[in-house]
């Protein structure tokens, strides 16, 4: 299946990863069909669709030619809604795309912003950036999306849960009419409908999602736990389990502080923080 992907440097890219077959959705995108439409895609997470939008997007980008010319103004941008996402998505496109000699560069909250601003003005053939600093980038004119040929809008319910909606419009909004826009999201609600049929133009829907299969990447367990013995229990479990990182998610601010103190005593540091 990897024989679906044209671009010979893209093919080389997935071959040193080691890649024998594509996903699901990296097939879907590379089917006949699919040619330079945009895109409406539900599509999990650990599914592979940064890749699969990386491939979907190539013959767009460089048409007949294995290799990117010059950096100047982006021929790509991908809005992702957290910082630790878009990051992701820029490591994960910067071996895709290493071959085919791609700048990549990231706008993100919580970075350096002079770091980032002259990254933009050496010129990058793909950014990838948090709505509200790319909006902060173009408001201040260190981010130039005239020349823009893709938009791609990943995790596109998340930044709308988040209140991401003005963001994402102004950005639209200045970008070239005649680009690509390539939605992907785990589920479609009405707000995502609304904004396809807003910005989309004839876009190929692609679900991949079974519903009823859980996360392929992601092994599910559930305790019983007695509301009374909860931070005890988060405790136990990560003692059990000792593993360099965890996320834990809970539902109040007092419920972070709170189990932050039990991780504290416990001797397990770590941040909060309510999504």
């Keep these: 299946m990897v024989s679906l992907v044209q671009n010979p440097a893209l093919a080389r890219a997935l071959a040193e990863k ?12 590379l089917q006949d069909n699919v040619g330079e439409n945009d895109l409406l895609v539900s599509a ?16 767009t980008l460089l048409g007949a030619e294995e290799r990117f010319g010059h950096a100047n103004e982006p021929l790509a941008l991908i809005i992702a809604p957290t910082r630790e996402l ?50 902060d980038h173009l408001e201040r004119g260190r981010l130039d999306i005239s020349k823009l040929k893709v938009v791609v809008l990943d995790e596109a319910d998340e930044m709308l849960d988040l209140g991401f909606k003005e963001d994402l419009e102004l950005i639209l909004d200045a970008s070239p009419k005649e680009r690509r826009t390539m939605l992907f999201s785990a589920t479609l609600p009405r707000e995502i409908v609304r904004l396809a049929k807003s910005y989309q133009h004839d876009a190929v829907r692609i679900d991949t999602i079974d519903q009823s299969q859980p996360h392929g990447d992601i092994e599910y367990r559930a305790l019983r736990v007695a509301p009374n013995e909860i931070d005890l229990a988060v405790v136990n479990v990560l003692r059990f389990y000792d593993q360099p990182a965890a996320l834990v998610f809970c539902s109040t601010r007092e419920s ?14 770590g941040r909060g923080t309510v999504g």
Excluded at 44 to 55: E, I, R
Excluded at 258 to 263: E, N
């Design 86 to 135: 878009a990051l992701q998505v820029q490591r994960e496109l910067i071996w895709l795309y290493g071959p085919a000699g791609a700048r990549i560069a990231s706008c993100v909250g919580g970075m350096d912003v002079r770091r980032e601003a002259r990254a933009l003005e050496m010129g990058a053939h793909i950014v990838v950036g948090t709505p509200g600093r790319l909006r």
């Design 256 to 269: 972070v502080r709170r189990l932050h103190a039990s991780l504290a005593g416990a001797r397990l540091r």
């Design 18 to 29: 080691g890649y024998e077959t594509l996903t699901p959705v990296q097939t879907a995108v």
């Design 44 to 59: 999990q997470t650990g599914s592979g669709k940064t890749v699969a939008y990386g491939l979907a997007f190539a013959s």
